[in-house]
């Protein structure tokens, strides 16, 4: 009985850290696309926006 708790425990907290890296993860793509927006907006270069927008996605893997 002990093992089968040990493993349901496991599971759950593993399943816990997996969705709380996938939040993260999202989180770092939304502010990632905010960030380059704000730069579109502001400088209007779409070439510097989409280089900001590739480097801050590639920081989020």
Known sequence: MKKVF???AL???????LNAME??????E???WHGAE??????????FAGQYLELQ???CE
């Open 6 to 8: 040990s493993i349901v």
């Open 11 to 17: 599971t759950v907290f593993m399943a816990g850290n």
């Open 23 to 28: 939040v993260q993860r999202s989180l770092c």
């Open 30 to 32: 939304e502010m990632a």
């Open 38 to 47: 704000v730069i579109y907006v502001m400088t209007g270069d779409n070439i």
């Open 57 to 59: 996605l590639s920081k």
